[in-house]
């Protein structure tokens, strides 16, 4: 069992920045396992995205309505991602979650955390 808790939304003005943290907790058998980490998006109405991702050798993938604005960055020995946007525009107001890929193929998923951008 992985249990992933975000932190860090709120409401920013358009052009600010806002900082997202996951940190994960569980049994070591299946912390260890952990392939990949990331943060996913979902607007009202719309279905859930992918923001940007993370493996565990440090490899980072952006969605390309993200990439040179969002930052993702990973601290092993804390077992927490980090999410840095800048230049938020209102079209990345959403609920943003956390998630993680154990090497079995199973997903485990945060609670969300909401990022309003104002214009």
């Known amino acids: 069992q992985v249990q992933l808790v975000e932190s860090g939304g709120g409401l920013v003005q358009a052009g600010g920045s806002l900082r997202l943290s996951c940190a994960a907790s569980?049994?070591?058998?299946?912390?260890?396992?952990?392939?990949?980490m990331g943060w996913y998006r979902q607007a009202p109405g719309k279905q859930r995205e992918l923001v940007a991702s993370?493996?565990?050798?440090?490899?980072?993938n952006y969605s390309d309505s993200v990439k040179g604005r969002f930052t993702i960055s990973r601290d092993n020995a804390k077992n927490t991602r980090a999410l840095q946007m800048n230049s938020l525009k209102p079209e990345d107001t959403a609920v943003y979650y956390c998630?993680?890929?154990?090497?079995?193929?199973?997903?485990?998923w945060g609670q969300g955390t909401q990022v309003t951008v104002s214009s």
């Open positions: 569980g049994s070591i058998s299946s912390i260890s396992t952990i392939v990949i």
């Open positions: 998630n993680a890929r154990l090497w079995s193929g199973q997903d485990y």
């Open positions: 993370i493996t565990s050798t440090g490899n980072p």
